[in-house]
């Protein structure tokens, strides 16, 4: 037995050999709800699961899965227990019982259920139903092959193969498959017919007929095979012959048709049939001779495909390579079903001995590589599905960072699957988001549309087209950045020329005159002290800067928020617009909701900011300096400056409270100003702003 580390996620309700199953949710919050609604029940890793029969318990966790997990040992082991599957799906044989049991009751019938254990099969992999009329067969892996003139009709899983030569002598066969709706698992029937794509029902839908299970697309499938057809050719009835010109043109048509679903068997027929044809005027009969070579030609290389094939799988025994046998039987099964010779059901038959003869330990590790697998062909798929997505952009924009995200984290599980082109197009994707997403410059299009763009080369009047990808040179839907940015710097730069003159006008414009300072009415002065009861003035200038940095605000009161992030962060080097990186683990995203004090120095010291009515700060903090003009006797002290009063916290100050869509979201990371993914705004968000708040309100 090996330590119990896998996460699982199915149980029975009730006893170890109850056939009640049940699945835990993922999600901690959808736990809670589970535990209340299941408060007085108990789960169990049931011996119908392939279990050991122990009691489970659940387990909840905030940064990973939720799961359940064995009752430890009185002695403190790890518990041990030898199943197999533990995944959301090591119970669908359980809850095709129920869905079939329910089914078959609102019909009349009583069935029978048996988790068949074929030769090698592990439980769960095949379920047996019966009734008083009629049978099936459910294979849900490829554990066992299916038969198909036995009696009992095979439903197959989705990773089930079928040739198709079977799907054409038999017009169709039907595949199941269970879906997770909440802590469910719902059973839907399809039916795959020969070049028609599978339609899915529910079980409510289908119906039990003569010919055995039905959906409603098999009537249409039925109907088009048994239409009426045009009479053949018999030697026997001569007016019924048709012209030799009319059946050359009929068995070109089936040759192609067999060339196009592969069937070798069909090939060498209607090769046969052409080849004893006569009557056939020469034009035609050339044209049906080019026809018969081309298809012996293909037929050699089926021929040859078919012999490597057989000599991969042979290697692959002889190498004892589990894996690469199994993935091989597979295809034999699939292209190389009938018709074979005797060496090759030698093969077959050594390759299928080795695999039954592997130990579980083995067994697993191929069952795990088959899953990986299976995991990048779906990482793959999905890969070319974001590609598919992105073909329109060629900029990393806020809005796309998740489907990056999800690009990238797809690509290196698919590994090897992607093509050079598919590859080459993800790394271009990984540099963009390596240099960190770019916003969108808003500029009116009336003004950059009268610029050239330098990215593109778009000429003046002419909308920005696609710089790369593989729709390249396609109208863009926004113009570029570098185009926008050649607006926005001109307005800065105006901007600043005009505050800047009108700095130097206010500087040199006249002083006001002197006023001399009030006397003094009421009360006589004080008495000079004495010159060693002075206090030493670096004493005094020590305590008034104390006592001016302790009434000071915070840094961030002191900045506007416009102005936080408009220079780079001198320690987290941080470029203009983007957030601080929280390398200090203040709250729990990436990014921190202020920049760093560093930040804000840099901002305060910079000789480019300018103070209310367009003056310098520096040019401001001189004048505050300066001797405070004489005013009359009787005027009362002059009112401190707008600037120079005490900071007071306002609906739009930093201090005063924080909304949930100005900081990011610690359980879906979507960042300030954008929304939470994929129902509106969590309660995490909601409550971290106020946690913020409240910090920041000390």
């Known amino acids: 037995m090996r ?18 199953p049940l699945m835990l949710p993922m999600e901690a919050i959808e736990l809670d709800a589970f535990r209340r609604a299941h408060e007085d029940d108990t789960f169990w890793c049931g011996t119908l699961l ?20 064995h009752h430890p040992d009185p002695d403190g082991l790890p518990h041990m227990c030898g199943r197999r599957s533990r995944g959301v799906d090591s119970a669908d044989h359980l809850y095709v019982r ?6 078959l009751a609102g019909r009349g019938e009583q069935a029978t259920f048996e988790y068949t254990r074929a030769e090698g099969a592990p439980i769960g992999s095949l379920v047996d139903v019966r009734w008083r009329h009629g049978a099936l067969r459910v294979h849900l892996d490829q554990a066992v092959t299916p038969v198909w003139d036995d009696g009992v009709e095979p439903v197959l899983g989705t990773m089930v193969p079928v040739d198709r030569d079977t799907l054409i002598r038999r017009w169709y066969v039907h595949r199941i498959r269970l879906n997770s709706v909440g802590t469910a698992r719902h059973v839907q029937i399809g039916t795959e017919a020969f070049a028609r794509p599978i339609e899915w029902f529910a079980l409510d839908e289908c119906e039990m007929t003569e010919r055995g299970l039905s959906t ?7 109907q088009a095979r048994t239409a009426p057809r045009p009479s053949l050719w018999s030697p026997g009835k001569a007016r019924k012959v048709p012209e030799p010109e009319a059946r050359a043109q009929a068995l070109l048509r089936r040759l192609v048709y067999g060339r196009r679903i592969e069937s070798v068997p069909v090939v060498k027929q209607v090769c046969g049939d052409i080849e004893s044809l006569t009557g056939v005027d020469g034009g035609l009969q050339e044209q049906l001779e080019a026809a018969v070579r081309h298809a012996r030609v293909w037929l050699v290389e089926q021929d040859e495909e078919r012999r490597k094939l057989f000599d991969k799988l042979k290697r692959a025994v002889d190498g004892h390579r589990p894996g690469r046998v199994r993935r091989l039987l597979i295809r034999v099964n699939a292209r190389a079903s009938e018709d074979r010779t005797d060496a090759e059901s030698a093969v077959y038959e050594r390759a299928s001995r080795y695999f039954e003869s592997l130990d579980d330990l083995t067994r697993d590790a191929v069952e795990a590589e088959a899953d990986t697998e299976k995991e990048a062909q779906r990482a793959a798929a999905r890969v070319r599905s974001i590609l598919q997505r992105l073909r329109g952009y060629d900029a990393y924009t806020p809005d796309l960072r998740h489907q990056v995200e999800e690009l990238l984290r797809s690509a290196a599980s698919a590994g090897e699957l992607l093509t050079g ?22 500029v009116a299009r009336r003004y950059w549309i009268q610029r050239s763009c330098p990215r593109c080369d778009a000429q003046q009047g002419k909308d920005c087209v696609l710089a790369e990808g593989p729709h390249s040179g396609k109208p863009r839907k926004d113009g570029h950045n570098e185009r926008l940015q050649l607006i926005v710097d001109e307005r800065k730069a105006e901007k600043m020329a005009r505050q800047q003159k009108n700095a130097r006008q206010k500087a040199e414009a006249p002083a006001e005159p002197m006023q001399s300072a009030p006397e003094m009415h009421g009360h006589e002065a004080s008495p000079a002290r004495p010159l060693q009861q002075r206090r030493p003035q670096s004493v005094r200038k020590g305590q008034a800067h104390e006592a001016r940095m302790k009434a000071a605000p915070r840094l961030h009161h002191q900045v506007p928020r416009g102005d936080w992030y408009r220079m780079t962060c001198p320690r987290c080097h941080a470029g203009p617009g983007q957030l601080c990186e929280n390398d200090d683990r203040v709250g729990p995203s990436e990014k921190r909701q202020l920049p760093h004090d560093e930040r804000l120095h840099r901002v305060l ?3 480019d900011r300018i103070g209310p009515g367009g003056q310098p700060k520096g040019a401001r903090d001189e004048r505050q300096h300066q001797a405070p003009p004489p005013g009359r006797a009787e005027a009362r002290p002059p009112r401190p400056r707008r600037g120079e009063r005490e900071p007071q916290e306002t609906p739009g100050s930093a201090a005063r409270a924080w909304h949930a869509r100005e900081v990011t979201c610690p359980k879906c990371q979507a960042g300030p100003n954008s929304p939470c993914t994929p129902h509106g ?9 106020k946690a913020f708040t409240r910090r920041l309100w000390g």
């Open 3 to 20: 330590t119990d580390r896998r996460r699982i996620q199915t149980a029975v309700l009730g006893g170890a050999d109850s056939d009640e």
């Open 50 to 69: 392939g279990g050991c029969g122990g009691q489970l318990t659940t387990k909840l966790y905030t940064d990973r899965a939720c799961h359940f997990a």
């Open 98 to 103: 129920s869905a079939a049991a329910a089914w």
């Open 216 to 222: 409603p697309v098999v009537e249409k499938i039925v």
């Open 421 to 442: 082109g598919e590859a080459r197009r993800v790394e271009v994707w990984k540099k963009r988001a390596a240099r960190g997403p770019q916003e969108q410059l808003r």
């Open 605 to 607: 010291q910079s000789d």
């Open 681 to 689: 705004l969590h309660h995490e968000r909601v409550e971290w702003a």
